[in-house]
């Protein structure tokens, strides 16, 4: 069972080249590297090819991660793609053991695991489980908004052809999307041992709250637009991204577009509005010297560094 490893790479120079070396080490041997360079203006070309022989480059004009991805699929050969983005890493055994469990059960389609949420210099901050989707998984993964790494995952190729790739319309949440599809028709299993160094650092974190909504909200309409099945799930999910967005609209002073949402969300759900609105008072009545300590503080509590 060949393996094709599709990685995404904009400007990762710093951490490209542990990526493709995490690869290179894989226990399992039956495999390709295929990078996709997605308009770099950083040495990154320069240290790609010092892999020469054992990576494919590929370079094409920026058009986000979800292109660069399907660029790379429609140039590989094997029979499971896996995907690692240019700012994480593996450990040796993943491959091994995510091939091994797609051979003993033929009705899962896509495999994670669990990985290490880790600083920038790939020091281990937080264990993370896979997402372990059981039962009803389509309802799974919409109220817990529960989606696999895109780092920790292969998938049969036969699938990702037959759901079309990646939406290259989406900039983010691209993986939460494709998992939306690809659950419709196979199972998902995930490995309990970590395998995937998953880098939590300044430079990945460019999302706002603003895309976030817009983006969920692009999802929902395009897989379940004329959905009647699903309703209670839906605006569950959607009541947890409008909670997940606020809180990154505070903490990035984005106050005009928390407070049309805090409003959004007092008209829709207003047995559940008041924390929302203390959050957002508090944090407008913090003095700006104050928020770098704040949001320290926060991204402390949800990496699980309590001390």
Known sequence: MRVSVIIPTYNRARFIESAIKSVLVQTYKDYEVIVIDDG??????EIVKKFKGACTYLQQANAGPSAARNYGISHSSGDVIAFLDADDAWLPGKLEGQVK????RSEVGLV?????????D???LRYQPPVNLRGNALEDML???KTPLTSSIVV???LVEQVGGFDASFRIMEDHELCLRLIKHCDFDGLEEPYVYYRVHQAGSLTNGRMILDTHKRIMDRNFASSTTLPHVQL??????ETSAIKIMCFRHQWRDALSTIVHFWRSYPWRYASRV????????VPQSFIPYVRKLYWQWCLGDRS
């Open 40 to 45: 770099s203006s950083d040495n990154t070309s």
């Open 101 to 104: 469990r797609l051979t003993e």
């Open 112 to 120: 994670d695991t669990a990985y290490y949420l880790c600083d920038a």
């Open 122 to 124: 790939l020091h281990p």
């Open 143 to 145: 109220i817990n908004f």
């Open 156 to 158: 049969r190729r036969y």
């Open 236 to 241: 569950v999910a959607s009541r947890h991204v």
């Open 278 to 285: 203390s959050l957002f008072l508090v944090l407008l009545a």
